[in-house]
Every structure is written in C-alpha cells, then in structure tokens.
C-alpha cells in the first residue's frame, strides 16, 4: 500500500480496505437467555451475539424466590455462567434476567426474565 502501486480498487478486492463498520444501536441490545440444570447447577446460556468486538460483559441477576426479590449474581466475561449456588431442599423457582455492559457501564436493556424449578 505505501509503494503507491496499490490502487483503491485492488485494496477493495484484497479486502484490506472498504467502509468501516459502524457500533450497533447500544440502547436497543437486550440479552438472549436460556437456562440449563446440570446436575446441581444451573448454567446461564448467554453469547455476544455477533457483539463482542463492542461489549464486555454480561451482568446477571437473579431472584431465588426467597423473598428478596432480583439481586446481583455476578459479571460475566465469559459467555454460559454457571451458577453454583447449593439447590434448596424444596423445590423452588430461580428466575434470572441480565443486562450487557460496555466498558464499566450498563448498556441496552434488560433481558426478559427466564425461570427454572431446582431443588426438591
């Protein structure tokens, strides 16, 4: 490219030049998750979706039907979270919803939230 015997259109057709790729619409992302209980835990099934080139986190919260309503459960780098928590004796509902992080700040929206029966 430097030599100047590297056109425009020979750039184009080698790939190494063309129109830049623009950020996604940050306030429109919203987390896909699935739940999965293995053995006495619960994986939380999450990806990038094609994003993580923008993103850096996954931030997840859950409600253990205990009373306390949602609460934070931990920020994740690394897609499908595996939640160690012990399984209640009974059989309870643990709910989970989750939230992308951009740098060291929330961005998007919140993910619906997804239910699983464990213990019992």
């Keep these: 490219k430097k030599s100047g015997k590297c056109t425009d259109a020979i ?54 039907g205990d009373g306390k309503g949602f609460v934070f459960l931990t920020v994740d780098t690394t897609p499908n979270y595996v939640d160690t928590q012990p399984f209640p004796a009974t059989k309870a509902i643990w709910t989970y919803k989750a939230i992308f992080r951009g740098d060291d700040a929330q961005v998007g929206q919140w993910s619906a939230p997804v239910s699983v029966t464990v213990g019992g």
């Design 11 to 64: 750039a184009e057709d080698l790939g190494i030049v063309g129109t830049e790729e623009g950020a996604p619409d940050f306030s429109t992302l919203v987390p896909k998750l699935g739940l999965v209980v293995s053995g006495n835990t619960v994986i939380v099934k999450w990806n990038w979706q094609g994003l993580s080139r923008w993103l850096r986190s996954c931030e997840i919260m859950v409600d253990r």
